[in-house]
């Protein structure tokens, strides 16, 4: 009988093979963690959700410091804040009681207002506007300028007239003096329409015209040209009169205000392309270009993360050294089903367990499916956490270091292979398994 290592090994070559396997799974957990910059540490876990120091420094730029209140103290209560307000959620949406309806609105309507807000935000161009356009506003906008004027004047409300209401106020405005009015004589006419059990809402107002849409401020320039004060307006709701007192020119140099009216320019363009903007979303929409299947919008609140945190260094390199465990033992497995027929045994049984066909299918893919299915569940239970892109990601430089190991075991032990292979795999897997709990 032969030995059962047919080949010799030399005890420095399989401490050089050692020394180089060690070295590549230690480069490999390395270039797992280098894809990523230092992580901030973990205080605490809501629900599977994270949050680390990154979370409460983010949140502390949210809030405004009390007085006297020092970085540590608003660091502290940002951290209270932002756990209350996960545990709030959690605790919510675990009840026995579902939240009610409009809770659930409320919330669904914030997360829209601000996902838009932050969309329009992000794809609004700077703008600056030109001395052109600064002169065209002005001349466009008289009664900011040089036409600007304060205006006096009382605004009465009529809501739901009845005929002889409506009637017994047309007398009392035909006795109206057609002359500029005083406040005692609208003063008399509210008292007289009280008599008459008139129904209105009385407003005493006074406004620059910058203040006034432009169509008013002509009416008002109009009232003040002509003998009659007073006038009728209507609204989608309701009846006005408009009684004005008074009217004092109060013009402004546009030069002395042109800061003013650069921000103002710069206000008025950003509201235009947050209306373009949102146009042109709705448009997109009923194109049916970006059609998605409905979401249960109640589901979503409690199944999104609302902090997407960075992942611990630790998982980061178990994942990288996972990839290059399985792919490693995936390996040794296709190696060990290929070179399955070399004799290594004289004895009957040993070659014929080797060479048999069956028996190299059932323990090649046990080989294979073990590693494989530990990877998943590992890959699993630290998906939300690292997300399926960062595993893929973190997975590459472990394959390919992987990848290596193979053939360099083959090329250090020979034709013991066929017996070695199995003996690797099975560590490959207690190693795997070991890993896999730790990380649970």
Sequence with gaps: MTPIFASRLRPDAIRLAAL??????????????????????????????????????????????????????????????????????????RGPERPADDLLLKLQEAQRRVVLEYYVTTNTSPYTPTAAEIAEFVRRNPQMFSGR????????????????????????????????????????????????????????????SEQLPMAFAALLDQLWAGTTRFTTTHTATDQRLVFLLDRVSDPVNATDIQDQIVQGLIRQNATEQ?????????????????????????????????????????????????????VAAIGLAFGWRNRGRIKVMDEEFGEVLIQNQGIRLVLSSSMIALPSLCFVVFATSVAQVLGWHGIAILSIPGALAGAVIPPLVRRIVGRTFVLMAPLLVALVLAGQIVITATSL
């Design 20 to 93: 180089r396997c060690a070295s590549l799974l230690f480069a490999t957990c390395l270039a797992g963690i280098a894809l990523a910059e230092d992580l901030p540490e973990i205080i605490a876990r809501v629900d599977n959700q994270i949050v680390t120091t990154a979370d409460v420094e983010s949140y502390t730029r949210l809030l405004t410091p009390e007085p006297d209140e020092t970085k540590e103290a608003l660091r502290g209560r940002a951290r209270d804040l932002l756990l209350a307000n996960l545990m709030a959620q959690a605790q919510l949406m």
């Design 274 to 326: 947050r209306s373009k903007i949102i146009r042109t979303l709705a448009q997109t929409a009923l194109d049916g270009s970006s059609v998605a299947p409905p979401v249960n919008d109640a589901a979503s609140l409690t199944s999104e993360t609302p902090l997407r945190s960075e992942p611990p260094r630790r998982l980061m390199a178990l994942t990288t050294l996972m990839s290059a465990l399985t």
């Design 149 to 208: 004027a304060i205006y006096r004047y009382v605004e009465i409300i009529l809501q739901d007239l009845s005929p002889d209401q409506n009637r017994a106020l047309q007398d009392e405005l035909a006795a109206m003096p057609h002359a500029p009015l005083a406040t005692a004589q609208v003063t008399a006419l509210m008292g007289r329409m009280r008599d008459a059990r008139v129904p209105f809402q009385a407003l005493s107002v006074i406004r620059n």
